[in-house]
């Protein structure tokens, strides 16, 4: 059998709850925060704000800065000359020193030039026409029929 000791050493093991209040844990409503918790989260949350607003302007000016070293593609050549197109017809180049006579000779073969081409064009012209009214005058009559 038992001693009557072993059950007493069995008794005090075990905690007496109606003697000691049971242990729990804090529970609260609301999380308390410290001032410095609080300020911690608006720090971080002002510095997520400020890395989302300025990313764009920095990054621009970080590109400009470092494009800055960049030489430019072809700083030493220069452009070709744009060349405008010129309406047909002949033209004259005139280039290097021309006396008065010079330059009048050429007005004048350029006027007498400008001359025959009108002419040309008047009697082309004409030609036009007179070859299209043959082709009207002999062209056969068609007929319609009635309805």
Known sequence: MESPDSKNDEQSSVPDYEVEPVPRLPRARHTKLSKMA???????????????????PCADGVSKFIGSFDGKP?????????RTVLPPGEYVKIDG????????QIRERAAKRAAAHRDA??????NDKAKAKTATDAAPAHNTPKR
């Open 38 to 56: 609080l300020f911690r989260t608006a720090m971080l949350a002002m510095l997520l704000f400020a890395v989302l607003a300025l990313r764009r």
């Open 97 to 104: 020193d021309l006396t008065e006579e010079r330059l009048k």
């Open 121 to 126: 064009g008047v009697d082309a012209a004409a």
């Open 74 to 82: 072809d700083a030493g050549a220069e452009a070709p000359p744009r």
